[in-house]
């Protein structure tokens, strides 16, 4: 008898695994509500403001596909992961999306069974110390302890970095951003590395920013996107193009301020596309025609986003760099609406 | 002569499967085995099914990859290099040596604990009681975590042992650090380990290292020691019981049986400590009690302490007071009352619930995610599954692991309990 109620707890949890596989859209538009899977709090890119309303540059991805898919871009229920739980939540249906600054890698896409619908943040990782340590390289961290978080990529990229460079290390493994911050304040660890953004991010919250440093090494790629359970392509093209639109946005001059008009008004028929003033993509789609109009005036365009929550105006002030358009030198490269 | 007539023969009719209550027994077993295996058919199937339309396999190859992380606290050789297997592996015996230290000191304390709050000596005894109710009140993942963080949050950091006016130092005549990020205590250390020694290039002289063939050699010594010394209690009291003299210095000589081989063993192999030193970032040499392990082993000990407690108060309790009477009326001492009559009889009544704490910590032990600590749970069930997306398969092994290790609990708890159970003649 025990084995049976074993097996019926194993086959219980395949179950609701299974049962989410297909039909996201229809599932997502009957129950008017957008499940999101983001970090459990990283400012700027996933953090509940002092109202309580979840912003950040991850965010702002969520809020673009229920306006697209939904027309109002509240209408997402946002779930906190870790990096130990936001597969399983995406695998098992709990979530419909997963923008929670996670790397793109091959295992990732084809073992795990999940759909990358594009990259949102091209990013490395790096390692930030006290500036009172006075190290000025990650050569110098032989014999550090270093903070990780569990279950990412930076946890194997460390591995491989020290080794590679025979140098040996201390991990400290670690839950959550706000742990590893906590941790590293108290100087339980000498480093804490992950992704240079999120690093930026954690450092801007610091009572004190200056007494810290981020190492000039990058020891790795870390291309950022949000992702969708593999096999359903249809709920797969919305979150894809639905982050294709704000990147082709900024590159069109399409913003939250004058997507009302602009599709109107203007000559440019790739925006009248975009903005479905002209054509049926958002037919092909599934959904009317104006929804990429309604993902841009809820959270304007790539650049909006980006400077709204961590460009160079806000306390974390990252520089577009690898992120600008490609007209401007950056790897931002929409493919076109046609 | 008498001749004997069968009864007439009645044919079997189906119907007595139901109505004949010599059959009926039988026919509900099989109906209700049937119904269990077809829900067991159902149920394997349905995972079959699920897993198949969430494209995932089954498939445990993933054991024998390249983990790729790291590991801080390995009681075997590991590397990032080694397989998700050896990763396992460095988790168990986490879990285990948790799980070990917690079941030791929880029972001291809870004996302890235990006794005392029985004490006629009430401040004694108020104190015990609110250690207890204290403890078995609030959740144990908060404890694990108050602990944690103390270490964390009010130890001097590594750097604060440096220079010459140093903020911290260290105790015990240099020998052990408390620093925030754990405790490092002196480690024993062998010149001429079994394992073999590597040579120092410049002077030539022989580094101290400690092998496994060195621990278990000093173990090995120490348990026969106890063998040794126990026989000599023997033969000192059967002495005792013909001749009516004890004979004279037995304590010695049982202390002797312990302690020379040991001696001689740790001087032969050439043992002398190593000591923590302030090297780079962190101390080197010695042991480290990392931070994690010292708040789940505390916290665990702590925590399920109060259980046994209480488990050993009901115990001495439950021993009639007639039986400390009889014992005082044949002129016993005290302790003797205590460790020759009572004691034994509350054995009974306390093993086996004692069974079920032992077990309970070591599951519990799984709260060791909590604080980064790196058991199995951590490892395999956690870093693993997340790297290689094998969660069925890793939930399994790690149900397994931990259905094992209680089973095996239990059967050394219960071997041990008929032991002392009483012996009906």
């Known amino acids: 008898m025990k084995k049976s109620v074993f097996l019926g707890t194993i086959a219980a949890t395949a179950l609701v695994a299974g049962a989410a596989s297909a039909q996201t859209l229809a599932e997502v538009q009957e129950r008017g509500v957008l499940n999101c899977g983001v970090t459990t709090g990283l400012t700027g890119f996933a953090a509940p403001n002092a109202e309580g309303e979840w912003e950040g540059f991850d965010v702002a991805v969520c809020r673009a596909v229920a306006a697209a898919v939904l027309g109002d871009a509240s209408a997402v229920e946002f779930v906190p992961t870790t990096g130990q739980t936001r597969f399983t939540a995406l695998a098992s249906g709990e979530i419909d999306l997963l923008a929670r600054n996670t790397t793109?890698?091959?295992?990732?896409?084809?073992?795990?069974?999940?759909?990358?619908?594009?990259?949102?943040?091209?990013?490395?990782?790096?390692?930030?110390?006290?500036?009172?340590?006075?190290?000025?390289?990650?050569?110098?961290?032989?014999?550090?302890?270093?903070?990780?978080?569990?279950?990412?990529t930076t946890e194997l990229n460390l591995a491989d970095f020290f080794a590679s460079n025979n140098m040996s290390y201390e991990p400290v493994p670690i839950e959550t951003n706000a742990e590893a911050q906590q941790q590293y304040l108290a100087g339980a660890c000498d480093v804490y590395t992950t992704d240079a953004s999120g690093l930026a991010a954690t450092r801007a919250t610091f009572e004190d920013p200056s007494a810290h440093v981020v190492l000039p090494e990058i020891v790795s790629k870390e291309p950022l996107g949000p992702l969708?359970?593999?096999?359903?392509?249809?709920?797969?093209?919305?979150?894809?193009?639905?982050?294709?639109?704000?990147?082709?946005?900024?590159?069109?001059?399409?913003?939250?301020?004058?997507?009302?008009?602009?599709?109107?008004?203007?000559?440019?028929?790739?925006?009248?596309?975009?903005?479905?003033?002209?054509?049926?993509?958002?037919?092909?789609?599934?959904?009317?025609?104006?929804?990429?109009?309604?993902?841009?005036?809820?959270?304007?365009?790539?650049?909006?986003?980006?400077?709204?929550?961590?460009?160079?105006?806000?306390?974390?002030?990252?520089?577009?760099?690898?992120?600008?358009?490609w007209t401007d030198g950056g790897l931002l490269y929409a493919p076109p609406f046609r | 002569m008498a001749t004997m007539t069968d009864p007439p023969a009645e044919g079997f009719r189906l119907s007595q499967l139901l109505y004949d209550t010599r059959y009926r027994s039988a026919t509900i077993q099989v109906v209700a085995f049937?119904?269990?295996?077809?829900?067991?058919?159902?149920?394997?199937?349905?995972?079959?099914?699920?897993?198949?339309?969430?494209g995932k396999d089954f498939d445990f190859a993933f054991l024998n990859s390249r983990a790729g992380y790291d590991i801080n606290q390995r009681l075997i050789e590991y590397s990032n290099d080694s397989t998700h297997r050896r990763a396992a592996y460095v988790g168990i015996l986490n879990t285990l040596l948790v799980a070990f230290l917690g079941c030791i000191t929880a029972t001291i304390l809870g004996v302890i604990a235990g006794v005392l709050r029985l004490s006629k000596n009430w401040i004694v005894g108020r104190l015990m009681t609110v250690y207890v109710e204290g403890f078995r009140?609030?959740?144990l993942l908060l404890w694990i975590i108050v602990i944690f963080?103390?270490?964390?949050?009010?130890?001097?950091?590594?750097?604060?042992?440096?220079?010459?006016?140093?903020?911290?130092?260290?105790?015990?005549?240099?020998?052990?650090?408390?620093?925030?990020?754990?405790?490092?205590?002196?480690?024993?250390?062998?010149?001429?380990?079994?394992?073999?020694?590597?040579?120092?290039?410049?002077?030539?002289?022989?580094?101290?290292?400690?092998?496994?063939?060195?621990?278990?050699?000093?173990?090995?010594?120490?348990?026969?020691?106890?063998f040794a010394s126990g026989y000599i209690g023997r033969r000192a009291t059967a002495t005792q019981e013909r001749t009516g003299?004890?004979?004279?210095?037995?304590?010695?000589?049982?202390?002797?049986?312990?302690?020379?081989?040991?001696?001689?063993?740790?001087?032969?192999?050439?043992?002398?400590?190593?000591?923590?030193?302030?090297?780079?970032?962190?101390?080197?040499?010695?042991?480290?009690?990392?931070?994690?392990?010292?708040?789940?082993?505390?916290?665990?000990?702590?925590?399920?302490?109060?259980?046994?407690?209480?488990?050993?108060?009901?115990?001495?309790?439950?021993?009639s007071k007639g039986q400390t009477e009889a014992s005082s009326a044949l002129g016993m001492r005290p302790s003797w009352t205590m460790n020759l009559v009572i004691l034994p009889q509350a054995m009974r009544v306390i093993i086996p619930p004692l069974i079920s704490q032992f077990l309970n910590l070591t599951?519990?032990?799984?709260?060791?995610?909590?604080?980064?600590?790196?058991?199995?749970?951590?490892?395999?069930?956690?870093?693993?599954?997340?790297?290689?997306?094998?969660?069925?398969?890793?939930?399994?092994?790690?149900?397994?692991?931990?259905?094992?290790?209680?089973?095996?609990?239990?059967?050394?708890?219960?071997?041990?309990?008929?032991?002392?159970?009483?012996?009906?003649?």
């Not at chain 2, 119904?35 to 969430?54: Q, R």
């Open chain 2, 245 to 319: 003299v004890r004979p004279p210095g037995v304590f010695w000589m049982r202390a002797g049986a312990i302690i020379l081989p040991a001696v001689i063993v740790l001087v032969a192999l050439g043992a002398t400590l190593d000591y923590p030193q302030l090297q780079g970032f962190n101390f080197s040499g010695g042991i480290h009690l990392r931070n994690s392990l010292i708040a789940l082993w505390f916290a665990l000990s702590l925590y399920t302490g109060a259980f046994i407690a209480e488990i050993v108060r009901a115990g001495i309790l439950s021993v």
């Open chain 2, 363 to 425: 599951k519990n032990s799984s709260l060791a995610l909590a604080v980064g600590y790196m058991d199995v749970r951590s490892t395999l069930g956690g870093i693993t599954i997340n790297q290689t997306g094998r969660e069925l398969e890793g939930m399994l092994l790690l149900g397994g692991f931990y259905l094992l290790t209680s089973l095996i609990i239990s059967l050394f708890m219960n071997i041990y309990n008929n032991s002392v159970a009483l012996k009906e003649r």
């Open chain 1, 104 to 152: 793109w890698t091959f295992s990732r896409d084809v073992d795990l069974a999940f759909e990358f619908v594009g990259i949102n943040y091209y990013d490395g990782q790096g390692f930030m110390v006290p500036r009172e340590l006075g190290v000025s390289s990650a050569l110098e961290l032989d014999g550090a302890t270093v903070c990780i978080q569990t279950g990412t």
């Open chain 2, 34 to 54: 049937f119904l269990v295996m077809a829900g067991l058919v159902w149920l394997v199937n349905n995972v079959v099914i699920n897993l198949s339309a969430a």
């Open chain 1, 228 to 325: 969708v359970r593999h096999g359903d392509n249809e709920w797969g093209d919305i979150a894809r193009w639905t982050l294709n639109a704000l990147i082709a946005a900024e590159e069109l001059g399409v913003t939250s301020a004058n997507v009302g008009e602009i599709g109107a008004s203007t000559e440019n028929p790739e925006i009248r596309r975009l903005l479905g003033t002209e054509g049926d993509l958002g037919a092909m789609l599934g959904l009317d025609a104006d929804w990429a109009a309604r993902a841009i005036a809820a959270v304007g365009n790539y650049g909006e986003i980006f400077e709204g929550n961590i460009g160079e105006s806000t306390p974390i002030g990252l520089a577009r760099g690898l992120n600008a358009q």
């Open chain 2, 137 to 139: 009140n609030i959740p």
């Open chain 2, 149 to 226: 963080a103390i270490m964390t949050e009010s130890m001097p950091q590594p750097r604060d042992f440096r220079g010459e006016d140093a903020e911290a130092s260290m105790i015990l005549g240099e020998s052990v650090a408390v620093t925030n990020r754990g405790i490092y205590i002196p480690n024993l250390v062998f010149t001429r380990s079994l394992g073999g020694n590597e040579v120092d290039a410049e002077t030539g002289a022989a580094i101290a290292s400690a092998s496994f063939a060195d621990l278990a050699l000093l173990v090995a010594v120490i348990v026969a020691g106890f």
